[in-house]
């Protein structure tokens, strides 16, 4: 099992800045992909950026050249460093971790989620 406990959310101006940053503990596995989602009310879960183990990396279109994801692959950490925020950014934002595991001769791919971080946008 793997455990995501996310930090950072706040309430922020249109234009400002936040850092979130996920830390993950547990049983987890050296290639992995780590990625941030969000969902506002009424809304779906959708992807916002991911950063694989090899730190590639994938953003949303609607967060490209405003986020930027990093990682600590020493200390299972990533982060998401959000800036020139909107107010449809507001959500909550959550930390996934997608790994394939292989527990007693078995391979199988698994997906954990944080419990999440509110990011409000507002004046």
């Known amino acids: 099992q793997v455990q995501l406990v996310e930090s950072g959310g706040d309430l922020v101006q249109p234009g400002g800045s936040l850092r979130l940053s996920c830390a993950a503990s547990?049983?987890?596995?050296?290639?992995?992909?780590m990625g941030w989602y969000r969902q506002a009310p009424g809304k779906e879960r959708t992807l916002v950026a991911t950063?694989?183990?090899?730190?590639?990396?994938t953003y949303a279109d609607s967060v490209k050249g405003r986020f930027t994801i990093s990682r600590d692959n020493a200390r299972n950490t990533a982060h998401l460093q959000m800036s020139s925020l909107k107010p449809e950014d507001t959500a909550i934002y959550y930390c996934?971790?997608?790994?394939?595991?292989?527990?007693?001769?078995?391979?199988?791919?698994?997906?954990?989620w944080g419990q999440g971080t509110q990011v409000t946008v507002s004046s």
């Open positions: 547990g049983s987890i596995f050296s290639f992995n992909t």
């Open positions: 996934n971790l997608g790994q394939v595991a292989v527990r007693n001769a078995v391979r199988r791919s698994e997906n954990y």
């Open positions: 950063i694989s183990s090899g730190l590639s990396t």
